[in-house]
C-alpha cells in the first residue's frame, strides 16, 4: 500500500537553529499538508499546499516557517530559527483531492511523523 | 474553524458501547473520524459527505447531521484494539482539513 514517508523520525536541536523536516508525499497524490502535534494534544493544522503554492495556512505558520516542494517529489518543512515551543511531532499528509479521489472524497494519508526537540 | 470534540475522555469495559460527538459553527462539506495509537500517526476510519449516508466499519459507525453540522461516531461492543485517540476531521470542500481536539478512548479488560 502506497504510504508518506517523512525523515528524519527523530531530530534533536539548539534553539535558533534552522530545521528542515522532508516528506515523500504518495505519488500521485496533489495536495499535501503539515500538522503539527504538541506531546499529548491536539493535532494542529499548519499549511495546505497545491499547485506549488500554499493554500491555506493557520495562524501558527508565521514567517518562521515556509514549505517548499524542490523537486517534484519532496515536500519540506523549514523552521528558520527554532524556539523551544517548536518541539512537537510534525506530521505530513497528502490526499489526491476532492474532484480526482475516484472515491470522490479526500481522505489524508499520514507519514508516521517526525519529532522535534528543540533544546 | 476548529469542530469541537467531546467528551474529552471515555473509559470503557470491552463490550461497552461509546458515542463521540464533533460538532462545527461553519458549513461542512464532509466530516472524517481518524484514530490515532499512541505514538504513531492518526490513521482514517471513515469519512461522510454531505448528502451521504450514515457509515459503518466493523463496529465502528457514524452519522452526518447537516443541518446541525454536527457527526457523532458509535462504537459498539468495544475491544481492546479500540483504544487510542480518535479525531474529527472538518472540510468545507476546500481540500483544507482541520481537527478537532480529539476524544481519548481507553478500553479496560
Known amino acids: 500500500e502506497p504510504e508518506v514517508t517523512q525523515t528524519p523520525s527523530h531530530q534533536v536541536t539548539q534553539m535558533g537553529q534552522e530545521v528542515i523536516l522532508r516528506c515523500v508525499p504518495i505519488?500521485?497524490?496533489?495536495?499535501f499538508y503539515w500538522y503539527r502535534q504538541i506531546l499529548g494534544q491536539k493535532v494542529e493544522f499548519l499549511v495546505s499546499f497545491y499547485n506549488n503554492e500554499i493554500s491555506e495556512k493557520s495562524e501558527i505558520f508565521d514567517d518562521q516557517f515556509s514549505v517548499e516542494r524542490p523537486d517534484g517529489s519532496n515536500f519540506t518543512l523549514k523552521i528558520r530559527s527554532t524556539k523551544l515551543e517548536d518541539s512537537a511531532m510534525y506530521f505530513c499528509a497528502s490526499s489526491e483531492g476532492w474532484g480526482t479521489a475516484k472515491s470522490g472524497a479526500n481522505v489524508l494519508t499520514f507519514g508516521a511523523g517526525s519529532r522535534l526537540t528543540v533544546l | 474553524q476548529q469542530p469541537v470534540q467531546s467528551p474529552q475522555a471515555v473509559i470503557l469495559r470491552e463490550g461497552e458501547d461509546a458515542v463521540i460527538n464533533c460538532s462545527s459553527s461553519?458549513?461542512?462539506?464532509?466530516v472524517h473520524w481518524y484514530r490515532q495509537k499512541h505514538g504513531e500517526a492518526p490513521v482514517f476510519l471513515m469519512i461522510?459527505?454531505?448528502?451521504?449516508e450514515q457509515k459503518g466499519h466493523e463496529k465502528i459507525s457514524a452519522s452526518f447531521n447537516e443541518k446541525k453540522q454536527q457527526s457523532s461516531l458509535y462504537l459498539t461492543a468495544s475491544q481492546l484494539s479500540y483504544s487510542g485517540t480518535y479525531f474529527c476531521g472538518t472540510e468545507r470542500g476546500n481540500n483544507d482539513m482541520r481537527f478537532g481536539a480529539g476524544t481519548r478512548l481507553t478500553v479496560k479488560p
Open positions: 505519488s500521485n497524490h496533489l495536495y
Open positions: 461522510l459527505l454531505k448528502g451521504g
Open positions: 461553519k458549513a461542512l462539506y464532509s
